[in-house]
């Protein structure tokens, strides 16, 4: 496969092509687990991004190639923005958890099975990444 631009040479960070926010650099294993079939077929070897932004349809995208989100698992079937992709907690979950000061268990839950190895964010996150930044995120915009 011929490939005429070669932006996405380097590894880390990129800019999304549509919203030009940044993005971080994705996994071969995360890209199997989240693209829905038949599209995961058609994955070619080479470095993807995640586009984070829940306004863009952007999913994966390298050089030559864009999966939108709809394509991706994690956007198929609830309409609710999660947080924590591998134990099924919502955005919305934990700002009310925030609201009735109940996070900090949620949070020591996800930190416990994070320590024991038991999460599963390659698979289960679209971004591949652990999600206890987004929760740290979410605790800075309740502070203030
Ligand atoms: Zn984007």
Avoid: W
């Amino acid at each position: 496969m011929s490939c005429c631009c070669n932006t996405m040479a380097k590894k880390g960070s990129t800019l999304c092509p549509e919203c030009h926010q940044k993005c971080f650099s994705v996994s071969r294993q995360t890209m199997l687990h989240q693209v829905q079939f038949s599209d995961n077929q058609s994955i070619v070897t080479g470095d993807y991004a995640f586009c984070a932004n829940m306004d863009c349809h952007v999913g994966y995208f390298s050089a030559c190639h864009i999966f939108s989100k709809n394509k991706l698992r994690a956007f198929q079937s609830n309409q609710t923005t999660m947080l924590c992709h591998c134990f099924g907690i919502s955005k919305l979950d934990y700002k009310k958890a925030l609201q009735s000061n109940t996070a900090e268990t949620i949070k020591a839950f996800v930190v416990q099975q994070t320590k024991d190895g038991l999460c599963a964010c390659e698979s289960r996150n679209p971004s591949g990444r652990c999600c206890l930044a987004d929760f740290r995120q979410m605790e800075k915009a309740h502070d203030c």
